[in-house]
């Protein structure tokens, strides 16, 4: 094997910024699921907040995150373009949507303290009141149509060439990269979602279905763009010592199939189930607890977040 193919597969990055927040949250997640959990007696269903696929799901996220930013595969991906693409792919849409899913906000309370759950669930509801400035701002940048702006602009945004060297050349603007896509990624799966705190009317699933599938244009057209040029764009590449026989440019290609196809794969998946659960007439089932808690500023209120006290 390449030494320096084998000197980036044996490399694990011991970031502590990265680290210790995934297991802070991690905990809290299990503290607060095992509390509400035990508070719902024996009332089962998938759809029930002590559900066992609520943890499942917002650990993975967290175990996808700590795989794109502390595994071999962040430094492949200053060898590899497409290694670039797949990291990118899993802290846009695979991280955000495991953690979203299981509507995290109530249990990452519950695992707080009694007494300081009271006081962080009184702060988010301040802080996100429609009438307080902050409030004011978060639901006029939280639109869909300000959404999708973010998460299609931070995308092509951090592809143009210059931004995109340049992350490849300084560990702080690629760190910003990542945080401006991650949480790009967060707010378009939170609308997509409907996971609380809800700021504005819930999505119907018709209108979720058109929010996806206007997002699929401009990421399939810069996937085509990658995959179809006859040079390579990314000139940090060029420079690179190649691993494993692939050119720069086949490098490149390989990159603009997989955000053509995988990358547009899971917006279709995620039409078509919602298309599914309109047909199946999920929708006209009763709304569940979970579902008033996240309306509005209620899943915040004090009240809420120090139930059972």
């Given amino acids: 094997m390449d030494p320096v193919a084998r000197a980036a597969l044996s490399s694990w990055s011991w970031r502590p910024e990265v680290i210790i927040p995934l297991l802070i949250l991690g905990a809290l997640f299990l503290v607060g699921w095992r509390q509400l959990r035990a508070r719902g007696g024996r009332v089962s269903g998938w759809r029930t907040l002590g559900a066992s696929w609520r943890p499942v799901s917002y650990i993975a996220g967290l175990l996808v995150i700590a795989v794109a930013l502390l595994s071999p595969l962040d430094v492949l991906v200053q060898q590899l373009f497409f290694m670039h693409m797949i990291q990118h792919l899993l802290l846009i849409m695979i991280a955000p949507a495991l953690l979203l899913l299981p509507n995290p906000l109530p249990f990452l309370l519950w695992g707080l303290p009694g007494p300081l759950r009271l006081g962080v669930g009184g702060v988010l509801n301040r802080v996100i009141h429609k009438r307080s400035p902050i409030g004011r701002v978060l639901r006029l940048i939280t639109t869909p149509v300000a959404v999708w702006f973010l998460f299609v602009g931070t995308i092509i945004g951090w592809h143009d060439p210059a931004l995109y060297n340049a992350a490849l050349r300084s560990d702080w603007v690629h760190d910003l990269e990542h945080v401006t896509m991650f949480v790009a990624g967060m707010l378009y799966w939170w609308l997509v979602s409907g996971a609380g705190p809800r700021l504005h009317k819930n ?24 995959a179809f040029s006859q040079q390579p764009i990314y000139a940090f590449y060029s420079d690179m010592p190649r691993l494993w026989g692939i050119s720069a440019l086949d490098d490149q290609r390989i990159s603009g199939v997989i955000m053509w196809i995988p990358g547009n794969m899971m ?3 995620t039409a078509l189930a919602l298309i599914f659960m309109i047909l199946s007439g999920e929708g006209r089932k009763s709304a569940t ?13 004090p009240g809420i977040a120090g139930g059972g006290r």
Avoid at 289 to 301: C, V
């Fill in 267 to 269: 917006h279709f998946m």
């Fill in 289 to 301: 607890k979970e579902a008033t808690w996240a309306e509005g500023d209620a899943l915040a209120a």
């Fill in 203 to 226: 999505l119907s699933r018709v209108a979720k279905i058109a929010f996806i599938l206007a997002v699929i244009p401009p990421n399939m057209a810069l996937g085509i763009v990658l």
